[in-house]
């Protein structure tokens, strides 16, 4: 029972790590919170920053950047700073995923993340 993720090739610094895979039960536990997929549902939308992740998803702040935080964790989203030309910076968020498939069978559960183009 095995999570198949491809995360998207990046031009981040070799030296940092990674997400892990999340296992399938892991996938499903987070998917399986409502505040959780509408949040992803507006990051897979527009790439958007935190405020406008809260608005879109119709959540605190505060629960939006948790989710997003797990999202990130499990390989679903990617955050990257915006420096904007006043100087400010914000984190924004973007979906990395294009899809996400599940397969029941005699061998278990399988979860499959598709990295988007």
């Given amino acids: 029972m095995a999570a ?7 031009n981040r610094p070799a030296n940092r790590t990674e997400p892990e895979d999340p296992a399938p039960t892991d996938l499903f536990e ?3 919170d409502e505040y959780t997929r509408r949040v992803y549902e507006a990051v897979a939308e527009e790439p958007r920053c935190g405020r406008a992740v809260a608005e ?3 959540v605190s702040r505060p629960t ?5 935080n797990d ?3 499990a390989g679903l989203v990617r955050a990257e700073i915006a420096v904007r030309l006043d100087g400010h910076h914000r984190k924004r968020f973007e979906a990395v995923t294009g899809s996400v498939s599940v397969s029941f ?9 598709d990295a988007a183009d």
């Avoid at 939006?64 to 997003?68: K, P, V």
């Avoid at 069978?105 to 993340?113: H, K, L, R, Y």
């Fill in 4 to 10: 198949h993720l491809q995360a998207p090739e990046s």
């Fill in 64 to 68: 939006a950047y948790r989710r997003l």
């Fill in 105 to 113: 069978d005699e061998d278990g559960i399988e979860a499959m993340v």
């Fill in 56 to 58: 879109a998803a119709d």
């Fill in 71 to 73: 999202l990130c964790e």
């Fill in 30 to 32: 987070l998917l399986g």
